[in-house]
C-alpha cells in the first residue's frame, strides 16, 4: 500500500516548476543536458565562481539566471530547485527556522496569519522562501515576515491604495516592486477585520492572470 503523503498548508513554489523547464529545454536549445553542461563546466570550466559565470554567459550565451542556476546545481547549493517533494520539504523548514531561536514567540502569530490568509479564497497559494512566506493568487498578492523579534510585517500589494496610519508605505511604488503596503503586527489581536479586509483587497486586485 502506498504511504500516504503528509498534509501541508504549502504549494509548490512557482520557481519549481520555471526551474523543471529550464531543465527540460535545455537540450532542445542547447544540444546538451544539464548533466553534460555540468561535467563540461567541470572538464573545462574555470574554478572560480565568478570566472565560471563570465564563461558560461561570454563562451555558452547563457543569460545571468541560467549561468547562476548551473553553478549553484554543480555544487549542490539548490538541491530542491527542479523538484517538487524536496521543495516542500525545504518550504516546512524554512518556516521552522524563521520562527526560531529569538523569534520563537512570533509563531502563534504567523500560524494566526496564515490561517487567516487561506480562509479568503481556496486558490491561495503559500510558497515560503527562507526569509519570508509569499502569499500566491496569480502572482505575490501578500507576504508574511517576521521583521524584528517582536513583530511580523505582512505586506501586501495594492497598487494605488491610498495610505492610512497603520497601512503604511514599503516604498515598494517608488522601486517597482508588488509589495507596495504592510501592516506591523505584534500580538494575536492585531489579526483583526481590517487586515482580512486588505487581504481581501489584495487578493481580488491579482484577479488577472500573466500573459
Not at 110 to 117: G, I, N, P, R
Not at 133 to 143: D, E, G, I, K, S
Not at 176 to 194: F, M, Y
Request: aromatic share 8%; charged share 25%; proline share 6%.
Amino acid at each position: 500500500m502506498q504511504k500516504k503523503k503528509p498534509s501541508t498548508p504549502y504549494t509548490v513554489h512557482p520557481g519549481v516548476k520555471m526551474m523543471q523547464d529550464w531543465v527540460k529545454n535545455l537540450p532542445v536549445k542547447t544540444g546538451k543536458s544539464l548533466d553534460e553542461w555540468v561535467n563540461l563546466l567541470k572538464k573545462t570550466g574555470p574554478k572560480e565562481e565568478k570566472e565560471q559565470k563570465a564563461w558560461l554567459k561570454e563562451q555558452h550565451n547563457f543569460g545571468t539566471n541560467a549561468a547562476t542556476w548551473m553553478i549553484e546545481y554543480s555544487v549542490g547549493k539548490s538541491p530542491w530547485e527542479g523538484d517538487p517533494e524536496s521543495y516542500l520539504i525545504a518550504a516546512k523548514q524554512y518556516v521552522e527556522d524563521m520562527f526560531s531561536g529569538s523569534k520563537t514567540s512570533l509563531r502563534p502569530i504567523y500560524d494566526k496569519l496564515l490561517e487567516t490568509a487561506l480562509s479568503i479564497a481556496s486558490d491561495i497559494k503559500v510558497c515560503p522562501c527562507k526569509t519570508i512566506v509569499p502569499l500566491y493568487r496569480n502572482h505575490v498578492f501578500a507576504q508574511i515576515k517576521p521583521t524584528t523579534k517582536t513583530r511580523i510585517n505582512l505586506g501586501f500589494s495594492l497598487k494605488d491604495t491610498p495610505f492610512t496610519e497603520r497601512l503604511v508605505d514599503t516604498g515598494g511604488r517608488a522601486k517597482k516592486n508588488r509589495i507596495t503596503h504592510c501592516i506591523a503586527i505584534s500580538q494575536l489581536s492585531d489579526v483583526n477585520d481590517e487586515v482580512i479586509v486588505w487581504l481581501k483587497k489584495a487578493y481580488q486586485l491579482d484577479s488577472r492572470k500573466a500573459l
